[in-house]
């Protein structure tokens, strides 16, 4: 039985005839590339955060805040006072499949950034009772609302 080869497409076959490379080499050098370029953008990054003091925070001034109030004494994660945050500045918690492998970090994830959101818009986050101010935020509570003209 015969295996049936899969079917190229003409600009395939012209780049093929025009570089001297099989379609299929000219594939694996351009997953390598991006294998490559990703690995080395994760180094990098990885470095940067080290130079901050975590490797695993990107060390900015809400991932500190946030690391300081809700990190329990045994090094867990403290979720119902990070909820209590949520809620104390009026953001309805991230709808995660808390049963998945990961979740916490996946709610941890996206409730940050709604509270970055929340903080580059209102200038300020609360966190425990306490506002903290937005780094370089101008401005310094809510907008008041429009009033009717009549």
Known sequence: MKRKAKATTHYE?????????????LRKEQKDA????????????????????????CGDWLAVALKDAFRTDDGGFDLPAFKACLRENDLE????DMERHGAIGRFRMCAGLMLRRHAAKVGFVV????????????????KPKAKEVI
């Open 13 to 25: 076959k012209a780049i093929g005839r025009e570089t001297g490379a099989s379609v299929r080499k």
């Open 127 to 142: 966190i425990g009772g306490k506002k903290i101010q937005a780094p370089g935020s101008k401005k310094r509570g809510r």
């Open 93 to 96: 918690a991230p709808k995660v």
């Open 34 to 57: 991006e294998n490559e370029a990703s690995i080395s953008t994760l180094s990098k990054a990885k470095t940067r955060y080290a130079e901050r003091g975590d490797v695993n925070s």
